[in-house]
């Protein structure tokens, strides 16, 4: 049985940081893409950055030049770290494994699939203005 949790959640002020960790029991790691997606009470489930296997990094433009996702092969982990955080980045953060084909397809916007892949249960972030 997978599962992938997180870790590293809490509450900063505006600009402040935050790293979250994610280690994932899975089986042939690299075969998927590895990333973070998040959502805040009444939005979508968006996706915020992913790695694949390859290292190929693709984020979200709101987090652009503020998050960077790394992955420790070795040890089935990949982190976020998260810099000059917004009130807007508060949400639930959740890691996620997936084909890199669901993990780009989510990513542009499809609809979130709980059945799809495999998800953290999620860590809260809040920022405070």
């Known amino acids: 049985e997978v599962h992938l949790v997180e870790s590293g959640g809490g509450s900063v002020q505006a600009g402040g940081s935050l790293r979250l960790s994610c280690v994932a029991s899975?089986?042939?790691?690299?075969?998927?893409?590895m990333g973070w997606f998040r959502q805040s009470p009444g939005n979508k489930r968006e996706g915020v950055t992913y790695?694949?296997?390859?290292?190929?990094?693709k984020y979200t433009d709101s987090v652009k030049g503020r998050f960077t996702i790394s992955q420790d092969s070795a040890k089935n982990t990949h982190d976020l770290q998260m810099d000059r955080l917004k009130p807007e980045d508060t949400a639930m953060y959740y890691c996620?494994?997936?084909?890199?084909?669901?993990?780009?397809?989510?990513?542009?916007?499809?609809?979130?699939?709980?059945?799809?892949?495999?998800w953290g249960q999620g860590t809260q972030v809040t920022v405070s203005s």
């Open positions: 790695i694949t296997p390859d290292g190929v990094t």
């Open positions: 899975i089986f042939n790691y690299k075969r998927f893409c």
């Open positions: 996620a494994a997936q084909t890199c084909h669901d993990m780009s397809t989510m990513f542009a916007g499809a609809p979130y699939n709980p059945q799809s892949g495999y």
